[in-house]
């Protein structure tokens, strides 16, 4: 089974922060007014989000659609296959029953999304070489680290050798000792960061087999690694002025540990070592 396609929200929220401010506007509007877009024209949309119809063009453009009908069209049709649900995007303080309703539903989307996405051969691949890795590398940047301080501990906790440092330097220096026994993983929401796509272009020199974990399938770093795995974010139905949540990204990890017990024949045995040298210190 191949990956299913993003849907259109997920398209806008991937390529968000490489959008000039008048695309942005555009995104904003789409993003807020599913159900009017379907019926707006490209002149309509235009005087709406105050950008002109060549800008709009150029937005859909870089979603991934062939013009502002195409988009028009994905999105009615997931709208008419979606179930019908009693949320929205609103936060509401004095109403926290119903904000944490609409929290729910809008992660287990960013979930469904991300999962879906998944080519099931590429997993197969990316499960195969971090298996065989004499060492495999985590790298990130802000606040992914957390992200791939847990992979580490994760892959060395079923026997598979895993480094994660929270200090750049320090991953660009151990990136120099890598060899094509190697894998490194990337973890970027971007894809865009000038540090972490010298550090791929490194470990490409030394023939280590490189896989991102991107927001972004078409971004500078899915096009130098080796595999990519796609991830769907949503916290911009809540606020529009940042990105924080990695909840999609912590599930792409969480999956490839649980594939790769799966798949491992000692995982258990790892696993065992390491909770029995913990023994002494739990009550």
């Known amino acids: 089974m191949k990956k299913k396609e993003k849907s259109v929200l997920d398209k806008i929220f991937a390529v968000y922060e490489n959008l000039y401010q008048a695309e942005k506007k555009i995104a904003d509007y789409v993003i807020n007014n599913e159900e009017k877009i379907i019926d707006m024209t490209v002149s309509e949309l235009s005087f709406e989000s105050n950008v002109s119809e060549a800008t709009i063009i150029r ?3 870089k979603c991934d659609f062939k013009g502002f009908h195409h988009l028009k069209i994905k999105l009615a ?3 008419v296959n979606s179930e019908e649900k009693n949320v ?8 926290i029953g119903q904000s944490l309703q609409n929290i729910l539903a809008n992660k ?5 999304q991300t999962i879906s996405m998944m080519d099931e051969d590429v997993i197969k691949k990316i499960l195969n070489a971090i298996k065989n890795a004499r060492i495999v590398q985590f790298v990130a940047l802000g606040n992914t ?14 026997g598979i050798p895993s480094v994660a440092n929270t200090i750049w330097e320090s991953q660009l220096a151990f990136a120099y000792t890598l060899t094509e026994e190697d894998v490194v993983i990337s973890v970027s929401s ?4 000038k540090r972490l796509l010298t550090l791929i272009d490194i470990a490409n020199e030394k023939h280590a087999t490189t896989i991102c974990i991107t927001n972004h ?3 500078p770093l899915a096009n130098k690694c080796k595999y990519h795995i796609s991830t769907a974010t949503r916290e911009k139905l809540f606020f529009d002025e940042f990105s924080f949540t990695r909840i999609s990204t912590m599930a792409v990890i969480e999956i490839l540990f649980l594939l790769l017990i ?3 024949r000692d995982a258990y045995s790892w696993i065992s070592k390491h909770e029995h040298s913990m023994a002494d210190d739990k009550f």
């Open 59 to 61: 937005f859909c453009k």
């Open 77 to 79: 049709k997931e709208m």
């Open 88 to 95: 929205s995007n609103d936060l509401d303080p004095n109403n």
């Open 108 to 112: 287990i989307e960013e979930l469904k």
């Open 145 to 158: 680290i957390p992200i791939i301080l847990d992979g580490a501990y994760k892959f060395n906790q079923i």
């Open 190 to 193: 971007s894809g865009s960061s």
């Open 217 to 219: 399938e078409k971004s």
């Open 262 to 264: 799966a798949e491992k």
